[in-house]
T-cell receptor, first 114, second 109 residues
Framework: IAGITQAPTSQILAAGRRMTLRCTQD?????MYWYRQDLGLGLRLIHY???????GKGEVPDGYSVSRANTDDFPLTLASAVPSQTSVYFC?????????????FGPGTRLTVL | GQNIDQPTEMTATEGAIVQINCTYQ??????LFWYQQHAGEAPTFLSY??LDGLEEKGRFSSFLSRSKGYSYLLLKELQMKDSASYLC??????????WGAGTKLIIKP
């Protein structure tokens, strides 16, 4: 693989169900991010991780959790999905979380919660 | 609060020049980024400015004035493939990116 991959590409989910969105990067980047993108709004940061073993909350963390067991993987879990979590989710990574470096994005997961 | 403003939509003609403006108010400043996003795809990096002035990269240029909290993206010799949304983002004092809602650019033949 090259760059960042996300799975699934899209998903329709019943409200109340648990769902994990997967993100893997092979660029050996230290920092990883989860954003959601909704029509008419800018990308909003959900959670981030500056290095393996650490995570932090972004602007809209409620209802979501993340883990960073290793450098490559950064899964996002919705413990009990609600319709307001219908969105396009992008995973991104950058070499460092504290420098002014560029973030690179995965292809996204389109999630619909009914 | 933190705020990034850019026009919602712009229309331009193939072969012409278009300027997309971005104004920002953020807690701290560690650089301004422009990304391009085609419909249904991921954002891709276009440019980065941290010092005042113009950065030129082929048909695309980006300008920054930190004192005015202002940037613009200039696209020259427009091509149909430039039809996309252009996202302005500022890295704040916590090194988090604050994003504008994006400007949808429509190119007409």
């Amino acid at each position: 693989i090259a760059g960042i991959t996300q799975a699934p590409t899209s998903q329709i989910l019943a409200a109340g169900r648990r769902m994990t969105l997967r993100c893997t990067q092979d660029m050996r980047h230290n920092a990883m991010y989860w954003y959601r993108q909704d029509l008419g709004l800018g990308l909003r940061l959900i959670h981030y991780s500056n290095t393996a073993g650490t995570t932090g909350k972004g602007e809209v963390p409620d209802g979501y959790s993340v883990s960073r067991a290793n450098t490559d993987d950064f899964p996002l879990t919705l413990a009990s999905a609600v319709p307001s979590q219908t969105s396009v989710y992008f995973c991104a990574s950058s070499f460092s979380g504290r420098a002014t470096d560029t973030q690179y994005f995965g292809p996204g997961t389109r999630l619909t919660v009914l | 609060g933190q705020n990034i403003d850019q026009p919602t939509e712009m229309t331009a003609t193939e072969g012409a020049i278009v300027q997309i403006n971005c104004t920002y108010q953020t807690s701290g400043f560690n650089g301004l980024f422009w990304y391009q996003q085609h419909a249904g795809e991921a954002p891709t990096f276009l440019s980065y400015n941290v010092l005042d002035g113009l950065e030129e990269k082929g048909r695309f240029s980006s300008f920054l004035s930190r004192s005015k909290g202002y940037s613009y993206l200039l696209l020259k010799e427009l091509q149909m493939k430039d039809s996309a949304s252009y996202l302005c983002a500022v890295k704040d004092s916590n090194y988090q990116l604050i994003w504008g809602a994006g400007t949808k650019l429509i190119i007409k033949p």
